[in-house]
């Protein structure tokens, strides 16, 4: 079975190879748990070690931000841009009023992005600023979903960012995100470890422990062969 490979040291070990084509994964975790890191990895080295295009869609952050992110781990960034193998796009500005009316939109300009760009890799950041605008539980999931499905049609493997609180037994900022997507992975950081759980991964045989993983200079690089007890975990 084919494989997206996730560009993170020691993680696709735990996948038994990487993601499903086109499958969609919730990173999520609390704030300095590192999900900005995982996906701009994805992202970056997806273009540079597979030739993947990949496009970071960012609602809060200015592509800046997200550019300098990357920089700071002396990635060739730049390089990639010019190759149109990387592209960041700031999601359009709106009220709140406004942002229900113009959601549509936006994913139809997503959706172009990636068939323009044949864009194998996609980052939403984040599912938590999407779920802000709308007014319930349902209008988030659906909207969710109709993302992630048109995704999935045209074969891009999808990464979702969520913020939480970083509690060991929270997945979601609003409780459906973990439902509608095909994969869940929960980032914890308790100073001065930093762990991750594979959640769920519907269709692979997933590594269920979890495992600690650091931040160096080359980005997130996780250790597959040591283990960190659940209930060490602060609930």
């Known amino acids: 079975m084919d494989r997206v490979p996730t560009g993170i040291t020691g993680l696709d070990e735990l996948l038994g190879g990487g993601f499903l084509p086109g499958s969609s994964i919730l990173v999520t975790g609390g704030s300095g748990a590192g999900k900005t890191i995982f996906s701009t990895q994805f992202i970056y080295k997806g273009a540079e070690q597979y030739k993947d295009p990949g496009i970071y869609i960012t609602l809060e952050e200015g592509s800046?931000?997200?550019?300098?992110?990357?920089?700071?781990f002396?990635?060739?960034?730049?390089?990639?841009?010019?190759d149109n193998l990387i592209k960041i796009y700031r999601f359009g500005m709106f009220s709140p009023k406004e942002f229900a009316l113009k959601f549509d939109e936006e994913v139809e300009k997503i959706k172009r992005m990636v068939q323009e760009m044949g864009a194998k890799r996609l980052v939403?950041?984040?599912?938590?600023?999407?779920?802000?605008?709308?007014?319930?539980?349902?209008?988030?999931?659906?909207?969710?979903?109709k993302l992630i499905d048109e995704m999935k049609k045209l074969d891009c493997t999808t990464i979702l960012i969520t913020e939480t609180e970083g509690k060991r037994d929270e997945f979601s900022r609003?409780?459906?995100?973990e439902f509608v997507v095909d994969g869940v992975i929960a980032l914890y950081f308790i100073p001065p470890v930093r762990c991750m759980l594979i959640k769920k991964m519907r269709g692979i045989n997933h590594n269920k422990q979890v495992h600690p993983f650091e931040i160096t200079d080359r980005g997130i690089e996780v250790n597959p062969s040591e283990q960190i007890l659940w209930e060490s975990l602060a609930k």
């Open 174 to 177: 609003f409780g459906v995100e």
């Open 64 to 72: 800046k931000n997200i550019w300098w992110n990357m920089k700071s």
């Open 124 to 145: 939403i950041d984040s599912t938590t600023a999407i779920g802000m605008f709308m007014e319930s539980e349902a209008e988030i999931r659906y909207n969710i979903f």
């Open 74 to 82: 002396h990635w060739n960034i730049t390089k990639m841009q010019q």
